[in-house]
């Protein structure tokens, strides 16, 4: 049967915005649309978007522009934005571009049906209020059917001062333990091996849940659901994001050094290497306390993969400050760091600030980190040569059709020779002969 309807969805963001695209998929299937990965062949045009730095928010002008146009040719298109920027915007998108049928923010992604029947009763939508955020009541149309994302807490409540997430995805909902690993055990009986766990603070998980242990702490933290969901059958590996330096404890690298599944990765984003900096960000930790962490982790998994994510060019920041960050990222030694200039965001203390740097020096240091940041991961990998790593097998190679890719635990791409058909979802042992700038290369490795 052909459908009679299709839908396009584009994904603009982090994994939370990913997870959420997914599940809005699986509700338009479920309505009887098809997938169209074409835009333009299609009836319904969702973007999903983002708004963490302004180049993310006015790429999704320059798109929406162009379908708004199509509408004129085409009155039945329905044209959605959902996400961060529609949650920003809110009702002013409708005039800046009138031609949409629905400005939805994060927290009604699961709610998408109910909005659109009223779309399609004649009427245009902005769902934006502040809710409590709905069980998943649909099955979500995945990307991968190797690995998912499963989200434990949406939301945040920090108030990071160059930060918008907490003004758009609204305060931090934990999901029960029960229902995250009902969709665990869902994904292992589908064939699904690996689960990212998901939250912007995930170290927050379980603090707004009932129940207090007999000490009087919480009954629920992201530590003892790790225990909670670690027998789930077929699922093999577990991995988490994002972690906090603040709310980050010893309890979760020991737990992550005894739980066989959960993966010896660690993604802990400093965003600055300078203490006054810190502070003006309102990170509530000091470069030292970051430092002792990934020592602790390093004191029980040696080998651990660290990720993180920093900032340059924050409102006030002096050359030294920056040599700071350069300095911390020199002393740790990272797998991979995420890097961005400094873009002031509405509503967000540290946009209004008078202490703005130019982007001429913006540019700069962020040329300047990279140039680090690639020679360093670079240095890092070396160590995985000869080695031999368990990669879960994910796609075949784009580039290459007689090679197979997937991931170590340590989350680094890997490729090797081998027929997608056979291995696809399988953990293989893959002995590592070549190190690229953002790649691992290497062969399956025969035990004799
Ligand atoms: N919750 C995570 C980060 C979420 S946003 C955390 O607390 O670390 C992802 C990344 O975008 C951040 O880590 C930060 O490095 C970057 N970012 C956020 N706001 C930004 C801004 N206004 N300008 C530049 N980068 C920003
Ligand atoms: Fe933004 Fe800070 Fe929350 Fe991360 S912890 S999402 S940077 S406010
Ligand atoms: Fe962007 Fe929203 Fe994620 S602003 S980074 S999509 S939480």
């Not at 052909?2 to 997870?19: D, E, L, P, V």
């Not at 049906?113 to 955020?133: R, S, W, Y």
């Not at 700069?364 to 040569?385: C, F, G, I, P, W």
Request: charge should be negative; hydrophobic fraction near 35%.
């Amino acid at each position: 049967m052909t459908a009679s309807r299709y839908y396009h969805i584009t994904t603009f963001g982090c994994q939370m915005n990913k997870a959420d695209s997914e599940r809005m998929a699986g509700i338009l299937e479920d309505m009887g649309f098809a997938y169209s990965e074409d835009p333009n062949e299609a009836d319904l045009v969702l973007y999903n978007t983002c708004t963490i730095r302004d180049n993310a928010e006015q790429k999704v002008y320059s798109y929406l522009g162009r379908q708004a146009k199509r509408k004129h040719e085409k009155a039945d298109l329905t044209l959605i934005v959902a996400g961060c920027v529609a949650q920003q915007e809110g009702e002013q998108l409708l005039r800046r571009v009138p031609e949409l049928d629905l400005v939805m923010g994060p927290q009604h992604a699961n709610r998408l049906q109910d909005l659109l029947e009223e779309v399609f009763a004649g009427n245009q939508v902005v769902a934006t209020e502040p809710i409590q955020i709905m069980e998943d009541i649909t099955k979500p149309r995945r990307e991968s059917c190797v690995t998912a994302w499963v989200n434990v807490i949406y939301g945040c409540n920090e108030r990071c001062s160059y930060c918008v997430v907490p003004n758009v995805r609204g305060v931090e909902q934990s999901r029960t333990p029960e229902s995250i690993r009902a969709e665990m055990e869902e994904l292992g009986r589908l064939g699904y091996k690996e689960v990212t766990l998901l939250g912007q603070n995930i170290d927050a998980y379980g603090r707004d849940l009932p129940g207090v242990t007999e000490t009087g702490r919480h009954l629920h933290t992201l530590t003892n659901l790790l225990d909670y969901v670690h027998d789930v059958p077929g699922i093999d590996r577990i991995r988490f994001a994002t972690s906090h330096p603040r709310y980050f404890t010893e309890r979760l690298i020991r737990a992550c050094k005894v739980l066989p599944k959960v993966c010896e990765h660690f993604h802990i984003p400093f965003q600055s290497g300078d203490n006054e900096i810190l502070k003006a960000m309102k990170r509530g930790y000091t470069r030292e306390k970051y430092r002792q962490i990934i020592d602790k982790i390093r004191e029980y998994i040696p080998d651990a993969s660290i990720s993180a994510d920093a900032i340059v060019g924050f409102p006030g920041e002096t050359e030294e400050q920056f040599e700071n960050t350069l300095k911390l990222v020199e002393e740790i030694g990272f797998d991979r760091l995420n890097t961005a200039a400094y873009s002031p965001r509405p509503n967000t203390p540290a946009a209004l600030w008078d202490n703005q740097l130019s982007e001429e020096v913006k540019s700069d240091r962020l040329q300047r980190l990279n140039h680090l940041v690639a020679t360093q991961a670079a240095e890092k990998s070396q160590r995985y040569l000869g080695r031999i790593e368990e990669v879960l097998v994910e796609e075949q190679n784009p580039k290459d059709l007689a090679q197979v890719m997937g991931r170590t635990r340590g989350n680094h791409l890997a490729f090797f020779p081998g027929k997608i058909e056979e291995l696809k979802g399988k953990l293989v042992d893959v002995k590592i002969t070549e190190i690229r700038a953002f790649s691992l290369t290497g062969e399956i490795f025969c035990k004799l």
